[in-house]
C-alpha cells in the first residue's frame, strides 16, 4: 500500500492544490490527512471543500476544534491568547460553510487502521496537543512513554510542523511535516509518502514549490495580519514569526536611520522636512478615500524623507537613484519588505507613473501595489507643493466631493509655481482616487 500523508495545511488552498498534484503524479493508493486544516491561511473554507472533494481520510485537528468551539469560547478567548490567534480562529469561523462546519463536526481525533499486519494510529498529536510538539530532537524516553499509552506499531501525527520519522524500540513515529505553514524555515509544502508491503517499510518525505506569492497576498487582502503572511513567507511558527517581529527595530530607530542616509547624501533638509509635513497631512485629510493605518503611514514617512536622496549621483534619473539606494545600502533599518515598498514610493514622486514592466513594482502583491499607488500619488503632490524649495506651505486641508478633491493650502504668500507643479504632479492622485484635482491658496 502506497499511502501519501498530509497535515497542518492552515488555510493554504494555493500550497494543498500543489501538494494534492505532486501526489497524484506519484500515483499513491489513498492519502490521510492529520488535520490542523484551519487557521492563518486566506482559504479556510475551500480547502475543507477541497478535501470533503476528494474523499481524503482525515482527522481534526486541535486548530481545527478550536474554530469550531469559538461562539462558546470568545469570551474567555479575547482575553487569554494573542489577540492574532484569537483573529484567526474567529475569522476562520465566519468564513466556513455549514456544509464545511457539518463536516469538520463529523471528524474523529483518532483513527485506528490495521494495513500489511501493521497497527496504525493517525491523530493530530498523540500527546496534549496545546502543550508538546514532537520534534527529532525529544528524547526518546517521551516517544517510548507515548508509545505505551496506545497499541500501535506506527504512530502518524503533524502539529509540530516539522517532518520527520523516528524508530524508538519497535514503533515507528512518522511527521509528514506541514502542507500550508512549515516550522523549519523552509517555506515549500511538505508531505510524506509512505510504502507498506509485505517486506517492506519506507517513508519519503517532499517539499514542494508552490504559489506562496497567491497565498501571501489572499491573506493581506483579507485584512489578516501581516504576521500570518510573513510566517508562510519564511517557513516560522507563530511563536517564531512573534519573538522575530519583536526584535525588529522600533520605529523611532527606523526613522532615524532614514534620517542619518538622507544627511549621508546631502539632502536639502528644509525641503525634505516640508515635503514629509505636508505629505502625512495629506494621507490624514485622504484617510476617508484609502482607508490606510498607521503602517501605511510609517512607508510614506520613511520615502518622503528618502525621496531626493538620489541627487548624490546628480539631477537626471534621482528618482531611480533613490530606489537603488534605498534597497541596497546596509544602514537603513528597513526591512526587505519594507525596502521594496519605501523604495517603490520614493521612485514614483515624479517622472513615470507606476507601471508593471517595472520589475520592483511588478514583484509586488496587488494589495502593495495599492499601497505604492496611493502613497507615491501623496507624496508627488506634496513634493509639487514645494516646488520653489521656498516652504510657503503651512498646512493643508481636504475637502473630498463625489469627483473632485480640492486642496486647500495656508500659505505664507501665494506661489504660482508651486501650486502648478503639484497640479501637473496630480495626475496619479487622479487616477488612484478617480476625482479630479483642484488646489486653493488660502
Known sequence: ???????DIHSNLPALEAVLDDIKKREVDVIWNMGDMLGYGAFPDEVVSLLEKEKILSIIGNYDLKVL???????????????????????????????SLDYLSSLDEEIKLEVEGKKIIIRHSPSD???????????????????????????????????????????????????????????????AIMILKPRLFRVDHY??????????????????????????MEGHSFDSAKEKE?????????????????????????????????????????????????????????????HDIGWIEGQNKHHKTALRIILEDPSL??????????????????????????AHYSSLDPSEQRVVRVLASILRVADGLDRTHNSIVKSVSCEINFDQIIIRCEVIRPSEADRQAALDKSQLMKKVFKRNISIEWK
Open 1 to 7: 500500500m502506497k499511502v501519501a500523508l498530509i497535515s
Open 333 to 358: 533599518l528597513l526591512d526587505e519588505r519594507q525596502r521594496l515598498l519605501v523604495g517603490s514610493i520614493a521612485r514614483y514622486h515624479r517622472a513615470a507613473l507606476p507601471k508593471k514592466k517595472h
Open 246 to 306: 519583536k526584535q525588529k527595530p522600533h520605529e523611532n530607530e527606523i526613522i532615524n536611520s532614514s534620517i542619518l542616509l538622507a544627511r549621508s547624501c546631502g539632502y536639502d533638509e528644509e525641503h525634505t522636512d516640508q515635503v514629509t509635513r505636508i505629505a502625512l497631512e495629506l494621507f490624514d485629510e485622504l484617510k476617508p478615500l484609502h482607508e490606510f493605518g498607521e503602517k501605511e503611514k510609517f512607508l510614506l514617512q520613511n520615502a518622503a524623507i528618502l
Open 129 to 191: 496537543p496545546d502543550d508538546e510538539h514532537l520534534t527529532p530532537d525529544s528524547p526518546d524516553e517521551r516517544f517510548r512513554e507515548i508509545a505505551s499509552q496506545f497499541d500501535a506499531d506506527i504512530i502518524i501525527f503533524g502539529h509540530s510542523h516539522i517532518p520527520f520519522k523516528k524508530k524508538v524500540d519497535d514503533v515507528w513515529f512518522i511527521n509528514p511535516g506541514s502542507v500550508g505553514r512549515p516550522g523549519d524555515g523552509d517555506p515549500k509544502a511538505g508531505y
Open 69 to 99: 468551539k469559538v461562539k462558546q469560547k470568545k469570551d474567555k478567548w479575547k482575553k487569554g491568547v494573542p489577540p492574532e490567534k484569537w483573529l484567526a480562529y474567529n475569522w476562520s469561523y465566519d468564513k466556513l460553510s455549514k456544509s
Open 207 to 232: 517539499r514542494i514549490d508552490y504559489d506562496v506569492e497567491r497565498a501571501v497576498s489572499a491573506i493581506r487582502e483579507s485584512g489578516l495580519p501581516d504576521l500570518f503572511a510573513q510566517m508562510i
